[in-house]
């Protein structure tokens, strides 16, 4: 089945350094990517659509300059979270998805989920 | 907006029971996706199964099934004679389709923690 991995799979760091979470599809191309945020025994919510050559779409409330996404090629999205500060601390999730097949829906298109980066900052 | 409610925060039942998990979900949309994800204490979201809106047959799986119901915007999970393992927080999700087939961003609901006492 379709892989994701990210890297780092836990981080601490300082208040007002920056950090970068890597997400990467391993055996397929992923010209969408999604990055969510969970706080801990909370729900997971999505930050942004990352799409491959593009500028990433960011849900309301979620601030672009502090997070950054960078969808360079088809297997990589990279979120780098700039100036981090304590409320920041929280389990990233990226999840990837296949290119749709022309004409409609398939089975198998889907989103396949990393497991998670654990961001803690002190 | 779409809108996934999970009304029962923690479920815990002994071992061998059966248990059902709610989902009710808000969309305007007459196309959308429903799923629902299982997430271990390592965190990382396992897939269980997604259910296109316009495709209403229950599913059973081994010892999960599904029950979607338009009618009342309901789509539950239950677990026949649970175990130890099904013990995780599990995720109802909803999401729109895109143009070129497939899913969009998923909206979660709250989630529900099931606890299975041995």
């Known amino acids: 089945g379709a892989v994701v991995s990210q890297h780092p799979s836990r981080v601490i760091c300082k208040s007002g350094t920056s950090v970068k979470i890597e997400c990467r599809s391993l055996?397929?191309?992923?010209?969408?990517m999604f990055w969510y945020r969970q706080f801990p025994k909370q729900s997971l919510m999505l930050m942004a659509t990352s799409n491959e050559g593009s500028k990433a779409t960011y849900e309301q409330g979620v601030e672009k300059d502090k997070f950054l996404i960078n969808h360079a090629s088809l297997t990589l999205s990279t979120l780098t979270v700039t100036s981090a500060h304590p409320e920041d601390s929280s389990f990233y999730i990226c999840s990837a998805r296949p290119p749709g097949l022309a004409g409609g829906t398939t089975s198998t298109d889907t989103q396949y989920f990393g497991p998670g980066t654990r961001l803690t900052v002190l | 907006a779409q809108k996934v409610t999970q009304a029962q925060t923690e479920i815990s039942v002994v071992e061998k029971e059966d248990v059902t998990l709610d989902c009710v979900y808000e969309t305007r949309d007459t196309t959308y996706y429903l799923f629902w994800y299982k997430q271990p204490p390592s965190g990382e979201l396992v897939f269980l199964i997604r259910r296109n809106s316009f495709d209403e047959q229950n599913e059973i799986s081994g010892r999960y099934s599904w029950n979607f119901q338009k009618s009342t915007s309901s789509f539950n999970f239950t677990i026949t004679a649970s175990q130890v393992v099904d013990s995780a927080v599990y995720f109802c999700?909803?999401?729109?389709?895109?143009?070129?087939?497939?899913?969009?961003?998923?909206?979660f609901g709250k989630g529900t923690h099931l606890i299975i006492q041995p």
């Open positions: 055996d397929f191309q992923a010209t969408t």
């Open positions: 999700a909803l999401s729109e389709p895109y143009s070129g087939g497939g899913a969009d961003g998923l909206t």
